[in-house]
């Protein structure tokens, strides 16, 4: 069974932060038309996380720090990513 690429940034995500709230939310339908976007979807996405591992970073080393831990997923076809983070 072949994962989708929101479970593999779901799986990634919590294993780098272990957030108390975590979602990843594809929005790439809400975009269609639109740059980045194509047929099947998997493009858009936001992620909604709330983890104490971010506690004492600032917006922009967290921004980083989910980038770094997505990045496979952000050269291989994610076209926008969201963040909603605090601690």
């Known amino acids: 069974m072949t994962q989708t690429v929101a479970e593999i940034m779901r799986a990634k995500l919590a294993a780098a932060f272990q957030p108390e709230?975590?979602?990843v939310i594809d929005e790439s339908e809400s975009h269609r038309g639109?740059?980045?976007w194509r047929e099947?979807?998997?493009t858009h996405f936001r992620v909604v996380m709330?983890?104490?591992a971010l506690a004492g970073m600032s917006r922009i080393e967290r921004s980083r720090?989910?980038?770094r831990?997505?990045?496979s997923e952000l050269t291989g076809g994610v076209h926008?990513?969201?963040l909603d983070l605090s601690t």
Do not use: I, M, N
Request: aromatic share 0%.
């Open 21 to 23: 709230h975590l979602e």
């Open 34 to 36: 639109h740059g980045g």
């Open 40 to 42: 099947g979807g998997s």
């Open 50 to 52: 709330r983890s104490s």
């Open 65 to 67: 720090a989910v980038h």
């Open 69 to 71: 831990t997505l990045e």
């Open 80 to 82: 926008a990513l969201a």
